[in-house]
Protein backbone atom coordinates (compact mmCIF):
# COMPACT_ATOMS: atom_id res chain seq x y z
CA UNK A 1 0.00 0.00 0.00
CA UNK A 2 1.02 3.97 -0.72
CA UNK A 3 1.70 5.31 2.24
CA UNK A 4 0.67 8.88 2.84
CA UNK A 5 2.53 11.61 4.69
CA UNK A 6 0.61 14.84 5.83
CA UNK A 7 2.73 17.50 4.38
CA UNK A 8 3.74 20.58 7.06
CA UNK A 9 0.42 18.90 9.00
CA UNK A 10 -1.74 19.56 5.58
CA UNK A 11 -1.03 22.61 4.34
CA UNK A 12 -4.10 23.30 2.23
CA UNK A 13 -6.61 22.20 4.74
CA UNK A 14 -4.79 24.11 7.55
CA UNK A 15 -1.62 26.53 8.29
CA UNK A 16 1.46 25.01 7.49
CA UNK A 17 3.50 23.03 11.05
CA UNK A 18 0.86 24.90 12.90
CA UNK A 19 -0.22 23.34 16.15
CA UNK A 20 -3.59 23.33 14.67
CA UNK A 21 -2.45 21.70 11.15
CA UNK A 22 -0.30 18.84 13.73
CA UNK A 23 -3.53 18.44 15.83
CA UNK A 24 -5.93 17.67 12.38
CA UNK A 25 -3.00 15.39 10.90
CA UNK A 26 -2.98 13.51 14.60
CA UNK A 27 -6.70 13.20 14.04
CA UNK A 28 -6.40 11.59 10.14
CA UNK A 29 -5.53 7.64 9.62
CA UNK A 30 -2.63 8.81 7.46
CA UNK A 31 0.77 7.09 8.37
CA UNK A 32 2.97 9.52 8.51
CA UNK A 33 3.34 13.63 9.20
CA UNK A 34 5.37 15.94 7.64
CA UNK A 35 7.53 18.78 9.10
CA UNK A 36 10.67 20.74 8.82
CA UNK A 37 13.30 21.83 11.28
CA UNK A 38 15.46 24.45 11.86
CA UNK A 39 18.28 25.60 14.90
CA UNK A 40 17.47 28.68 16.69
CA UNK A 41 20.02 30.91 18.02
CA UNK A 42 19.90 29.62 21.67
CA UNK A 43 20.33 25.85 20.12
CA UNK A 44 17.03 24.47 20.22
CA UNK A 45 15.03 23.21 17.26
CA UNK A 46 12.09 24.46 15.71
CA UNK A 47 9.53 23.35 13.44
CA UNK A 48 9.21 26.15 10.43
CA UNK A 49 9.18 25.53 6.64
CA UNK A 50 11.61 28.57 5.49
CA UNK A 51 14.69 29.37 6.91
CA UNK A 52 13.23 32.73 7.66
CA UNK A 53 9.86 34.13 9.08
CA UNK A 54 8.32 36.41 6.56
CA UNK A 55 6.23 34.38 5.10
CA UNK A 56 4.23 31.63 7.67
CA UNK A 57 4.69 34.18 10.93
CA UNK A 58 4.67 38.15 11.75
CA UNK A 59 7.91 38.07 12.58
CA UNK A 60 11.33 39.00 9.98
CA UNK A 61 14.31 37.28 9.29
CA UNK A 62 16.40 34.83 9.69
CA UNK A 63 14.42 31.87 12.39
CA UNK A 64 18.22 30.80 12.99
CA UNK A 65 18.63 34.88 14.28
CA UNK A 66 16.27 34.08 17.01
CA UNK A 67 15.98 32.68 20.35
CA UNK A 68 12.89 30.07 20.95
CA UNK A 69 11.66 32.96 23.68
CA UNK A 70 11.72 35.01 20.63
CA UNK A 71 10.44 32.81 18.15
CA UNK A 72 7.37 32.05 20.52
CA UNK A 73 6.50 35.68 21.00
CA UNK A 74 5.36 35.71 16.98
CA UNK A 75 2.19 34.17 15.88
CA UNK A 76 1.77 31.73 12.93
CA UNK A 77 -0.25 33.31 9.89
CA UNK A 78 -3.39 32.15 9.21
CA UNK A 79 -3.99 31.55 12.98
CA UNK A 80 -5.58 33.43 16.28
CA UNK A 81 -2.51 32.68 18.24
CA UNK A 82 -0.51 29.54 17.23
CA UNK A 83 2.90 29.38 18.11
CA UNK A 84 5.82 27.94 16.45
CA UNK A 85 6.61 24.14 17.94
CA UNK A 86 9.48 23.16 18.84
CA UNK A 87 10.55 19.36 17.46
CA UNK A 88 9.92 18.24 21.36
CA UNK A 89 6.54 19.55 21.37
CA UNK A 90 5.93 17.58 18.04
CA UNK A 91 6.71 14.59 19.12
CA UNK A 92 4.94 14.83 21.76
CA UNK A 93 1.47 15.30 19.46
CA UNK A 94 2.09 11.69 17.72
CA UNK A 95 3.53 9.87 20.56
CA UNK A 96 0.30 8.38 21.50
CA UNK A 97 -1.10 8.33 17.83
CA UNK A 98 -0.02 4.90 15.33
CA UNK A 99 1.86 8.27 12.39
CA UNK A 100 5.23 8.29 12.24
CA UNK A 101 7.37 11.47 11.59
CA UNK A 102 8.77 12.47 8.71
CA UNK A 103 11.37 15.12 9.59
CA UNK A 104 12.57 17.51 6.39
CA UNK A 105 16.11 18.48 7.93
CA UNK A 106 16.66 22.07 6.69
CA UNK A 107 19.56 23.90 5.29
CA UNK A 108 19.88 27.91 6.52
CA UNK A 109 19.22 31.47 3.98
CA UNK A 110 22.34 30.25 1.98
CA UNK A 111 20.74 26.97 1.38
CA UNK A 112 23.95 25.33 3.44
CA UNK A 113 23.33 22.10 5.92
CA UNK A 114 23.17 23.88 9.83
CA UNK A 115 26.46 22.22 11.38
CA UNK A 116 25.16 19.77 13.86
CA UNK A 117 21.26 20.36 13.39
CA UNK A 118 20.97 16.44 12.20
CA UNK A 119 23.11 15.05 15.27
CA UNK A 120 20.86 17.36 17.70
CA UNK A 121 17.92 16.26 15.91
CA UNK A 122 18.65 12.67 15.97
CA UNK A 123 20.32 12.96 20.08
CA UNK A 124 16.43 14.26 20.45
CA UNK A 125 14.64 11.58 19.15
CA UNK A 126 16.46 9.15 20.75
CA UNK A 127 16.47 10.57 23.51
CA UNK A 128 12.37 10.83 23.07
CA UNK A 129 12.47 6.92 22.11
CA UNK A 130 10.84 8.21 19.04
CA UNK A 131 14.23 7.45 16.76
CA UNK A 132 12.95 3.99 15.56
CA UNK A 133 9.44 6.05 14.65
CA UNK A 134 11.34 8.95 12.13
CA UNK A 135 12.05 8.67 8.47
CA UNK A 136 14.32 11.34 8.20
CA UNK A 137 14.02 13.45 4.70
CA UNK A 138 16.31 16.32 2.78
CA UNK A 139 16.84 17.78 -0.40
CA UNK A 140 20.98 17.53 0.40
CA UNK A 141 22.54 14.54 -0.91
CA UNK A 142 25.24 14.30 1.57
CA UNK A 143 22.87 15.06 4.58
CA UNK A 144 20.87 12.32 3.49
CA UNK A 145 24.41 9.95 3.29
CA UNK A 146 24.62 11.04 6.95
CA UNK A 147 22.01 9.93 7.63
CA UNK A 148 22.41 6.30 6.46
CA UNK A 149 24.96 5.91 9.36
CA UNK A 150 22.73 6.71 11.86
CA UNK A 151 21.69 3.62 13.50
CA UNK A 152 18.02 3.17 14.73
CA UNK A 153 16.40 5.71 12.24
CA UNK A 154 13.54 4.46 10.50
CA UNK A 155 14.04 5.33 7.20
CA UNK A 156 16.13 8.39 5.12
CA UNK A 157 14.72 9.73 1.79
CA UNK A 158 16.63 12.22 -0.30
CA UNK A 159 14.22 14.38 -2.02
CA UNK A 160 15.38 15.24 -5.40
CA UNK A 161 14.80 18.59 -6.81
CA UNK A 162 13.66 18.97 -10.30
CA UNK A 163 16.58 20.98 -11.10
CA UNK A 164 18.96 18.38 -9.82
CA UNK A 165 17.41 16.41 -12.24
CA UNK A 166 17.92 18.24 -15.34
CA UNK A 167 21.68 19.00 -14.03
CA UNK A 168 22.65 15.38 -13.30
CA UNK A 169 20.04 13.08 -15.69
CA UNK A 170 18.33 10.23 -14.21
CA UNK A 171 21.71 8.41 -14.13
CA UNK A 172 23.35 11.13 -12.58
CA UNK A 173 20.47 11.09 -9.94
CA UNK A 174 21.42 7.16 -9.46
CA UNK A 175 25.16 7.84 -9.18
CA UNK A 176 24.95 10.26 -7.10
CA UNK A 177 22.60 8.19 -4.70
CA UNK A 178 24.94 5.29 -4.98
CA UNK A 179 27.90 7.53 -3.88
CA UNK A 180 25.78 8.30 -0.97
CA UNK A 181 24.20 5.11 0.17
CA UNK A 182 21.58 6.36 -0.26
CA UNK A 183 18.69 4.05 -0.91
CA UNK A 184 15.54 5.46 -1.42
CA UNK A 185 14.33 8.92 -3.76
CA UNK A 186 11.68 11.37 -3.30
CA UNK A 187 10.32 12.57 -6.96
CA UNK A 188 8.61 15.95 -7.51
CA UNK A 189 5.36 14.02 -8.79
CA UNK A 190 4.62 16.11 -12.08
CA UNK A 191 8.07 14.90 -12.81
CA UNK A 192 7.19 11.10 -11.77
CA UNK A 193 6.21 9.64 -14.75
CA UNK A 194 5.89 5.93 -15.30
CA UNK A 195 8.85 5.94 -16.78
CA UNK A 196 10.78 7.45 -14.37
CA UNK A 197 9.93 5.26 -11.57
CA UNK A 198 10.35 2.19 -13.53
CA UNK A 199 14.12 3.76 -14.05
CA UNK A 200 14.79 4.45 -10.48
CA UNK A 201 13.38 1.04 -9.44
CA UNK A 202 15.48 -0.51 -11.51
CA UNK A 203 18.66 0.75 -10.12
CA UNK A 204 17.34 -0.44 -7.36
CA UNK A 205 15.79 2.65 -5.25
CA UNK A 206 12.85 3.17 -3.80
CA UNK A 207 10.33 5.49 -5.22
CA UNK A 208 8.38 8.04 -3.43
CA UNK A 209 6.76 11.41 -4.49
CA UNK A 210 6.55 14.63 -2.95
CA UNK A 211 4.02 17.98 -4.28
CA UNK A 212 1.22 15.76 -5.02
CA UNK A 213 -1.50 18.19 -3.64
CA UNK A 214 -4.28 17.85 -6.46
CA UNK A 215 -6.58 14.88 -6.54
CA UNK A 216 -5.54 13.88 -10.41
CA UNK A 217 -1.77 13.15 -9.00
CA UNK A 218 -2.99 11.53 -6.01
CA UNK A 219 -4.41 9.26 -8.09
CA UNK A 220 -1.67 8.98 -10.67
CA UNK A 221 0.64 8.44 -7.53
CA UNK A 222 -1.55 5.70 -6.62
CA UNK A 223 -1.76 4.39 -9.97
CA UNK A 224 1.85 3.95 -9.93
CA UNK A 225 2.10 2.23 -6.64
CA UNK A 226 4.84 4.86 -4.82
CA UNK A 227 5.80 3.65 -1.47
CA UNK A 228 4.70 7.06 -0.20
CA UNK A 229 4.11 10.67 -1.39
CA UNK A 230 3.55 13.89 0.78
CA UNK A 231 0.25 15.67 -0.04
CA UNK A 232 -1.59 19.28 1.31
CA UNK A 233 -5.00 17.44 1.06
CA UNK A 234 -4.07 14.65 3.36
CA UNK A 235 -7.93 14.17 3.97
CA UNK A 236 -8.86 13.82 -0.08
CA UNK A 237 -5.77 11.57 -0.43
CA UNK A 238 -6.94 8.96 2.44
CA UNK A 239 -10.44 9.01 0.23
CA UNK A 240 -9.37 8.64 -2.89
CA UNK A 241 -6.54 5.48 -1.61
CA UNK A 242 -10.10 3.94 0.33
CA UNK A 243 -11.80 4.09 -3.16
CA UNK A 244 -8.73 2.72 -5.39
MG1 LIG B 1 9.32 19.65 3.97
Same mark, same amino acid.
Given at each position: ???? @? ?11 ? *? ?25 ? =???? &? ?26 ? @???? /??? =? ?5 ? =????? *?? +?? $? ?5 ? *???? &????? !? ?16 ? $? ?37 ? $? ?8 ? +? &? %? ?7 ? @?? %? ?5 ? /???? %? !? +?? /?????? *? ?9 ? %?? $??? =???? /? ?7
Amino acid at each position: MTLI @ASHRGGSLEAPEN *SPTSFRHTAGLAVEQVEFDIHPTADGQ =IVVI &HDATLDRTTNGKGPVAAKTLAELKALTI @AGTE /ADQ =IMTLAEV =IEVFR *ST +AI $TLRMEVK *SDVE &HQPYP !GLLAQAVEQLRGAGMLER $TVLTSFLAPLVGEAMQVEGLLGRIWLVSPVIMDDCGLDG $TIAAAEAYGI +A &H %VGIRAPRLT @AG %VAEYLRG /AGLG %V !G +AW /AVNDAQ *SVRRMLALGVE %VF $TTD =IPTT /ALALRSAS
